[in-house]
């Protein structure tokens, strides 16, 4: 069996920036167990898959262990993918877990309208701030799974040096620390380590809570945000009633042939 993968850093204009994804455009459905493997053998933070559906594509993501319900930046990737290989198009839909999911593309910008997640404000959780090994102003719940820790400042952010094997112990599949930038409106960074990635370098999906809550904090619907890992990312966010936009450029790093002996 011979696929079709590329490989894109989403949310940068810079190869070895951003957040890489690889994207698999397919005929028909392997299975979920290749599917899998094949996300465990390339080891990124998401390899995203797309089957086409009439107008739109059905798309799913997968971590090196799990499927996931929603992912921004694997998202951004297919449609760059897409694009590439029809230039002509501009508007991508995608039938995903969390429901249609579209993509609009501006030239080199990419615009991904996503649900907003609901947020919950929660108490204080010393396991985290240990977890973390930093002060947490304020705790809440975004959706059902993560939790946002605002920090300080930004440099608490930025220094951040978690305990991963402690995080992993704690109730959240995802954890974003943030917190007001000095050059942006927020700045963050996201751990999943439940899901096999430690630190994930530009997290789309975590903005669909970050959005809302830095929206109500700082009293403005249209915002900068940069996620502050090694690769570093920056986006541009805005809140529209219950859905969020973010914005950003991707670029191409490599594509070829997956070869596999399905057997195997």
């Known amino acids: 069996m011979k696929l ?5 850093d989403a949310f940068t204009s810079r190869v070895f920036h951003g957040n890489p994804a690889a994207v698999c455009p397919l005929d ?25 559906e009439g107008t739109h594509w059905h798309l799913r993501w ?4 799990v499927e996931i319900e929603l992912c921004g930046h694997a998202t951004l990737a297919s ?6 290989r029809n230039p002509t198009l501009n508007q991508f839909r995608f039938h995903t877990l969390s429901g249609e999911l579209t993509v609009t593309r501006e030239g080199d910008l990419y615009t991904l309208d996503f649900p907003v997640r609901e947020l919950t404000p929660l108490a204080t959780h010393p396991a985290l ?10 705790l809440t719940q975004s959706g059902h799974k993560h939790a946002i820790a605002e920090l300080e400042n930004e440099t608490a952010v930025r220094t951040c040096r978690p305990d991963f094997a402690a995080l992993k112990a704690l109730p959240w599949s995802g ?43 700082l009293g403005k619907t249209r915002l900068n945000a940069r996620q502050l890992s090694a690769r570093g990312g920056e986006l541009t966010c805005e809140l529209r009633g219950a859905r969020v936009l973010m914005s950003g450029s991707g670029v191409l790093y490599s594509q ?9």
């Open 79 to 84: 449609a760059l993918v897409l694009a590439l």
């Open 28 to 52: 028909a459905w392997p299975s979920d167990a290749l599917m899998q493997r094949i996300a465990a053998e390339n080891n990124l933070p998401e390899t995203a898959f797309l089957v086409p």
């Open 175 to 217: 954890i974003n620390i943030t917190a007001r930038g000095s050059d942006c409106d927020f700045v963050s960074r996201f751990f999943a380590p439940k899901v096999g990635v430690d630190e994930d370098p530009v997290t789309g999906s975590a903005h669909c809570g970050l959005t809302p809550y830095w929206a109500a904090t």
């Open 62 to 65: 997968f971590t090196p262990l």
């Open 256 to 264: 070829g042939t997956l070869c596999l002996d399905v057997a195997s």
């Open 4 to 8: 079709p993968f590329y490989i894109v």
């Open 129 to 138: 701030g240990a977890a973390l090994g930093c002060h947490v102003l304020h």
